[in-house]
Structure formats: structure tokens, C-alpha cells
Nanobody, 119 residues
Framework: QVQLVESGGGLVQAGGSLRLSCAASGRTFSSYAMGWFRQAPGKEREFVAR????????SYADSVKGRFTISRDNAKNTVYLQMNSLKPEDTAVYYC????????????WGQGTQVTVSS
């Protein structure tokens, strides 16, 4: 069982930055690939970024590539999403999720944190 708690969301002006954190419980955090997803009002949840269980492989949605950076600290059981050059279209609830090993099926989800980017 893995429990995930996101933090770091808030209101920021366009062009600004935020860093989201996702703290995981359990001793097997390092066995999980971690992903960030987001869901805007009236839209489906979409993939944002992913990092492998060792941290050596990352992937990003085209819409955030070059602006967002995912990282993890397995010693702290935490995954981060550094978001720079934010745009109003980045406004959404952001969720972190855990997938065991190299699976792309996410078994555990956090409750989400709101990010609002004003123009």
C-alpha cells in the first residue's frame, strides 16, 4: 500500500513558477515509477510527466516539455514537479500517482492539489 499526498499548489501569475511535491508513505517508494497528471474543469485527466523508479528515465507531455521538470528523492520518499513559465492553460488539479516497477498502470493516486495560473 502506498499513500500519496500532494502539496505546493496555489495561485500564480502567468510566467511564474511553482514546485509541487508528492510525499509517499511506505518503505517501497523506490520500487515505483511516479507520474504527475492534471485535470482541468470540464476536461479529462491528462498525463503530464513520469519518472522511473530509479530516476534515470523521464518523460513529458509535449505541452509541458521544456517548462516542467520531474524529479525524485527516494531517501525522502518524495517526487517533485518544478513548473516554470506557467501559462493559464496549465490551470488544473494536479495529481501524483505510483506505478509498480516499469508498469504504466498506476495503482495509487493522491488527492490532488490545485494550480491556478492567472493571465
Amino acid at each position: 500500500q502506498v499513500q500519496l499526498v500532494e502539496s505546493g499548489g496555489g495561485l500564480v501569475q502567468a510566467g511564474g513558477s511553482l514546485r509541487l511535491s508528492c510525499a509517499a508513505s511506505g518503505r517501497t517508494f523506490s520500487s515505483y515509477a511516479m507520474g504527475w497528471f492534471r485535470q482541468a474543469p470540464g476536461k479529462e485527466r491528462e498525463f503530464v510527466a513520469r519518472i522511473s523508479w530509479r530516476g534515470g528515465i523521464t518523460s513529458y507531455a509535449d505541452s509541458v516539455k521544456g517548462r516542467f521538470t520531474i524529479s525524485r528523492d527516494n531517501a525522502k520518499n518524495t517526487v517533485y514537479l518544478q513548473m516554470n513559465s506557467l501559462k493559464p492553460e496549465d490551470t488544473a488539479v494536479y495529481y501524483c500517482a505510483a506505478a509498480y516497477g516499469s508498469s504504466w498502470s498506476y495503482d495509487y493516486w493522491g488527492q490532488g492539489t490545485q494550480v491556478t495560473v492567472s493571465s
